[in-house]
């Protein structure tokens, strides 16, 4: 019987020849991923059901990362990282990245790329919504409450409905003022912010195969922003060179059947996309950065999980280097290795970080930070009327902060090239 | 589980992301010290752009200033809510300030899921959008075991769709209430 990528990693994962979308399925877990904001609320709701004493089903399986509110002042931020220290110790957790050591990586869903925890075949629940980043490595991976992770913690296990799959396939050769963010920000257009729930969104085609693995990452991470269960792009050879640089533990590559059947099918020629932002305030409010060019901002940021990853700086160092910016501009690392590629990668004879400072953009330290508002002294944060162009997700109303602020998400050239005319500006503009 | 939920409207728009639920700026506090967990009462949906709060006038907070809870047990709104983050703080922060149920058009999947295994508030769904008829304020009763839902302000009464499969959990409480009853904790019991 035929069957998408994420039918065969439901089947796998729950022991069966294949699923039918629409069961319920309980799932054995291979990696649970939780942060500073969810896992205290996790580990309380686990000590309450398993008991005080209790153990968590496999050590090696739970990787904590904080990640959403470091750099604040915030006392009651302080003490959530403290109780995730605290259980860390008292479970001997050996995949907790405490903040202030030279452990703290950042950004969760990028960080577990980097230390090898994504792998093809796999599933993986987080206490985030953007744990469907992962499904870039060809696995299966979705966001949960804090209920459902603290099941997991005891039982290594969860319930989970098998979803339809709907196709998204990109052809062509991706034009060099073309982003993954372009590609995700018109199919939220297209299908709008509850087109996908409770789905599968595959990504394939030969636009989506030559995009390096964080630029994949990009696009499955917003498989959340249409209610998707979880993106999904299958293994190929660049995935598998990230992986084995990482870990050797072993993975399992699937594909989906050639007759395996979808809820529906989308297909694009890349040749014939341009640039386009998401208007405030929704994710799927889509409009070509042509035909809103000249908007006035008053802030560019580009950082988080979607935006803040070694290709949206390399994208953003194109536009930002000999130009100065007109706007408050900030760079915001996901992680600790992508702060440290900004001191060794070159554009042009000159480093990322150097050309963001030439131009006068200020950079911050790897975390959350102002993706999604965060406490009230956090980097970037928005204030009042501000309009802001972001290479984050989300721009429902208070998203980055301020009620009463507007967020137009964007591709990194598109925040940038705005960056430099403090005007919404097509990046074709500078290229 | 109650079978008759009965208490008062208060009425939402469609895409009521879990930002407007509860700003991400409250998230530090604890779902367990009773004293903090008040915190979450109060900002219950005070992210809601005040026009588009306690529809169809606006204006009217779920949670007046100062208190720590609201008026308002039954939420009333249009497709998709719930969507945008995996915070299970949403429906504690709407339970906690004393909403029971929500009926809605259609729920995000991580907000369902979280409503139904927390034990938090029961998501029913409508099969028709019943956020242009209702009206904050309207005195409502929710009839769990016939999926009715009677507007006595109006005197009228609506079919709600069956919750299906997971009417076991929300009758059990969540999913460890659930869990346990069906023995699929028995390995891992400490």
């Given amino acids: 019987m035929a069957q998408t990528i994420t039918q065969k990693i439901f089947a796998r994962a729950a022991n069966r020849k294949f699923v039918d979308p629409g069961q319920s399925v309980w799932l054995n877990v291979d990696v649970l991923l939780t942060h500073d904001v969810c896992g205290p609320p996790t580990f309380d709701i686990f000590k309450q059901e398993f008991g005080p004493n209790a153990k968590v089903w496999d050590p090696s399986k739970v990787v904590v990362l904080p990640d959403h509110y470091i750099f604040t002042a915030n006392e009651h931020a302080h003490r959530n990282i403290d109780l995730l220290r605290q259980f860390a110790a008292e479970q001997g957790l050996p995949n907790y990245y405490d903040v202030g050591t030279d452990r703290y990586r950042g950004v969760c869903h990028v960080a577990l790329a980097e230390e090898g925890f994504n792998l093809p075949g796999t599933v993986l629940f987080g206490t985030d919504s953007h744990t469907c980043t992962s499904g870039a490595f060809g696995m299966f991976g979705s966001g949960i409450g804090n209920t459902d992770a603290a099941f997991i913690l005891g039982t290594g296990k969860l319930w989970e409905k098998v979803p339809d799959s709907m196709k998204f396939t990109f052809e062509g050769q991706m034009p060099d003022y073309l982003t993954a963010k372009d590609l995700i920000l018109q199919i939220l257009g297209d299908i709008t912010t509850d087109g996908a729930t409770y789905r599968a969104m595959e990504f394939d085609g030969e636009a989506v195969y030559s995009l390096p693995i964080d630029e994949r990452m990009t696009l499955c991470n917003m498989a959340i922003e249409a209610g998707g269960m979880n993106g999904i792009i299958a293994a190929d050879a660049v995935t598998e060179a990230f992986v084995k640089t990482r870990t050797s533990k072993p993975y399992e590559i699937f594909h989906s059947d050639p007759d395996a059947q979808y809820h529906s099918m989308y297909r694009y020629n890349v040749e014939q996309m341009e640039p386009v932002v998401a208007q405030p305030h929704s994710p799927d409010n889509r409009a070509t950065v042509r035909s809103v060019a000249g908007t006035p901002i008053t802030k560019s940021y580009i950082g988080s999980c979607t935006g803040g990853k070694l290709t949206d700086f390399r994208l953003a160092a194109k536009i930002l280097k000999g130009k100065k910016v007109s706007v408050t501009t900030n760079i915001v690392p996901a992680t600790v290795l992508v702060a440290s590629q900004l001191e060794t990668e070159m554009y042009d004879g000159q480093t990322l970080r150097h050309i963001f400072e030439e131009a006068g953009c200020s950079i911050a330290l790897p975390s959350c930070a102002a993706c999604l508002g965060g406490p009230s002294d956090t980097v970037g944060r928005s204030v009042d009327n501000d309009v802001v162009v972001s290479t984050t997700n989300r721009n429902f109303p208070g998203r980055m902060g301020s009620k009463f602020a507007g967020v137009y998400l964007a591709s990194p050239l598109t925040a940038a090239a705005s960056a430099v005319t403090g005007k919404l500006t097509d990046p074709r503009d500078f290229l | ?190």
């Fill in chain 2, 1 to 190: 589980m109650d079978t008759i939920i009965q208490g008062k409207a208060y009425v939402l728009g469609k895409n009521i992301d879990t930002d407007q639920i509860i700003p991400a700026e409250h998230l530090v506090y604890s779902l367990s010290d009773p004293e903090e967990v008040k915190m979450y009462g109060k900002y219950a949906l005070s992210g809601v752009p005040i026009d588009q709060a306690g529809l169809p006038e606006g204006g009217v907070p779920f949670v007046e200033e100062g208190d720590f809870a609201s008026p308002y047990s039954i939420i009333v709104a249009g497709p998709n809510f719930g969507c945008g983050s995996s915070r299970e703080h949403a429906p504690f922060a709407l339970k906690v300030a004393g909403a029971k149920a929500i009926i809605a058009e259609s729920y995000a999947r991580i907000f369902y899921r979280n409503c139904v295994d927390g034990g938090f508030v029961i998501p029913f769904e409508t099969p028709q959008p019943l956020n242009k008829s209702i009206m904050t304020g309207d005195e409502l009763s929710l009839d769990m075991e016939n999926n009715r839902l009677t507007n006595l302000t109006q005197n009228i009464t609506y079919e709600l769709r069956p919750l299906g499969d997971v009417v076991n959990i929300v009758q059990a409480g969540g999913i460890f209430e659930y869990a346990r009853k069906n023995d699929l904790m028995a390995s891992s019991e400490a």
